[in-house]
Antibody, heavy 112, light 107 residues
């Protein structure tokens, strides 16, 4: 059974940093591209970033480019999202996703 | 690629048919998925490849279309189907785009 378990969310001040993790199981992790999607309170779904199966290729939404970094450790079956220079509008539930499979999400709140 | 869903809200009585639309600003072939989301829950995959039901999805849910125009049909709405529905294109492996969602509410 495919499982994706996010962690690392929490309350952070504007300008601060946070690193999200996503532990994957139930599939061959290094065969799949992985993605982060977020959802602000009461809003729709927004693609954030994707990384190729090897980690060599990445892409970012314009809203996070230059502030967020996606990476993966295929030896640990884990996906990461390093978030720097956080702003209030980054407040959201962050989901880790593989094609057709999603985790349950972790809440990031940016507030003073 | 911009995805546009209509209507924003759909009011339907239980047992009735619901038809949700999703348009793409350029062709996404059949690389289109539909998700259902209830409050406090993660999105749940309903349809992928524009028309293939995901595992465990009842056959009252069906998807159609290709290129730029897609439809999700719920043939006979059950109480558990009242939720928000999103379409998503994945024509490019790296960049996903979602529609703004259609809320299906009880009439």
């Amino acid at each position: 059974e495919v499982q994706l378990l996010e962690s690392g969310g929490g309350l952070v001040q504007p300008g601060g940093s946070l690193r999200l993790s996503c532990a994957a199981s139930g599939f061959t992790f290094n065969n799949y591209a992985m993605t982060w999607v977020r959802q602000a309170p009461g809003k729709g779904l927004e693609w954030v970033s994707s990384v190729s199966s090897s980690g060599a290729s990445t892409d970012y939404a314009d809203s996070v480019k230059g502030r967020f970094t996606i990476s993966r450790d295929n030896s640990k079956n884990t996906l990461y999202l390093q978030m720097n220079s956080l702003r209030a509008d980054d407040t959201a539930v962050y989901y880790c996703a593989r094609q057709y499979y999603w985790g349950q999400g972790t809440l990031v709140t940016v507030s003073s | 690629i911009v995805m546009t869903q209509s209507p924003a809200t759909l009011s339907v009585s239980p047992g009735e048919r619901a038809t949700l639309s999703c348009g793409a600003s350029q062709s996404v072939s059949s690389n289109l998925a539909w998700y259902q989301q209830k409050p406090g829950q993660a999105p749940r995959l309903l349809i992928y490849g524009a028309s293939t039901r995901a595992t465990g999805i009842p056959d009252r849910f069906s998807g159609s279309g290709s290129g730029t125009e897609f439809t999700l049909t719920i043939s006979s709405l059950q109480s558990e189907d009242f939720a928000v529905y999103y379409c998503q294109q994945y024509n490019n492996w790296a960049t996903w785009t979602f529609g703004q969602g259609t809320k299906v509410e009880i009439k």
